[in-house]
């Protein structure tokens, strides 16, 4: 029986698919960040040495599929490529960008649109005609607007703002210094610069801006309101720069619409038409990746 891997390798967390020819999972192992930018080639070959052998495949794997972000940068291709052969992966190997890997976990044609917003944020579409394009993903200094991150970030900001005078209330001071605990602004500055710790903990508080706008607080509200545009904006670029003669999916990915839920229906709100269905990821994207592992058996 012919077996095949899919690895959604994320800026959080790593999740890996075993299948056999059918499609049929057999085992699923989670492992840490594997952020090629941020972690460097030694974490990510370690993480993904991790997530294959706690999937404990029959050797030889037939197939294997990764979705990483960086993909299509220079000479990143080649770099995961060398990673893959020294973990043994020396044939029928696929390297593709994750916001593909999610879009044909959510649309199974590999046509439609994906709006990605996790630890980052990007928008990737495939039209019939197999053109691509993307909006976004550019990183949290130049992009990542409306990601789980940038909320997180927005949030500090805010609560700074509320603290020193130079902005309205917000319960966002009080809930991040409460999660945090710290007492001060200069605490939860010292927390925001630590260089030691990850980006992932600042989008960690992106489910307390959901909480505070559920409350009704109007600065959260507002953050809300701009990711939700942010996004939009993003799956609109993607949208002029392919052609659809028919209806198409926008699907929605990633750990910020399940920390912030509310972002789903602003999305659904700004992108409705008779053109396209917007809906939300409900399989992991390493599935998508595991359907682009299959291909290459046929």
């Known amino acids: 029986m012919a077996c095949v891997i899919g690895i959604d390798a994320g800026g959080t967390k790593t999740v890996g698919i075993l299948a056999d020819e059918s499609g049929k999972v057999l085992s699923k192992a989670i492992s840490g960040s594997a952020n090629l930018v941020m972690k460097g080639e030694l974490a990510v070959e370690k993480v993904i040495f991790d997530v294959i052998e706690s999937l404990d495949a029959p050797e030889p794997v037939a197939a294997l599929c990764l979705g990483i972000a960086g993909v299509g940068q220079p000479g990143a291709d080649q770099l995961i490529h060398d990673v893959l052969r020294r973990l043994g992966q020396r044939k029928s190997i696929r390297v593709v960008n994750d916001a593909l890997i999610a879009l044909v976990a959510g649309a199974p044609s590999g046509v439609g649109i994906v709006v990605v917003a996790g630890t980052g944020s990007i928008a990737y579409g495939v039209d019939p005609g197999g053109n691509t394009a993307r909006s976004g993903g550019w990183g949290y200094l130049l992009g990542d607007e409306g990601s789980a991150f940038w909320l997180g970030h927005y949030a500090v900001r805010h609560a700074i703002r509320a ?20 007492s001060d602004p200069t ?19 992106a489910s307390l801006v959901e909480a505070a706008s559920l409350d009704g607080d109007a600065a959260a509200e507002d953050l809300m309101d701009q990711a939700g545009g942010h996004l939009a904006t993003a799956a609109k670029a993607v949208t002029d720069q392919l052609t659809f003669p028919d209806r198409h999916p926008i699907v929605l990915s990633g750990g910020a619409f399940k920390a912030c839920p509310s972002l789903i229906r602003r999305l659904q709100g700004r992108l409705a038409s008779p053109e396209v269905e917007v809906r939300p990821l409900e399989v992991e994207p390493a599935m998508g990746a595991v359907t682009l592992a299959l291909e290459l058996l046929q």
């Open 187 to 205: 605490g939860l500055v010292e927390w925001f610069y630590d260089q030691e710790l990850s980006r992932n903990r600042v989008a960690d508080l």
């Open 163 to 182: 603290a020193d005078g130079r902005g309205p209330a917000t319960t966002l001071y009080d809930l991040i210094c409460d999660k945090l605990d710290v």
